[in-house]
């Protein structure tokens, strides 16, 4: 099984960057693991609206038929 925090440890600094300016996350400090700790619990704690706002509706319907 795929964990997202893995996923986002594997990413690089610039990946993670645009993903901050996405969601437009302040961040305090520059170390990798807490960007990724930020953006995970950012992600964990919105999903209702990270799905609403950031996936089209293909996307999310080819969800639901899979969950």
Do not use: P, Q, T, W
């Not at 600094?13 to 437009?24: P, S, T, V």
């Not at 950012?42 to 509706?57: R, V």
């Amino acid at each position: 099984m795929i964990n997202a925090r893995d996923v986002f440890l594997k990413m690089k600094i610039c990946e993670l960057n645009n993903i901050i300016k996405i969601f437009e996350l302040k961040l305090g400090c520059r170390k990798k693991e807490n960007i990724v700790d930020i953006i995970y619990e950012y992600m964990k704690s919105n999903m209702n609206h990270i799905l609403l706002e950031f996936i089209i509706y293909d996307e999310l319907d080819l969800l639901r038929e899979i969950c």
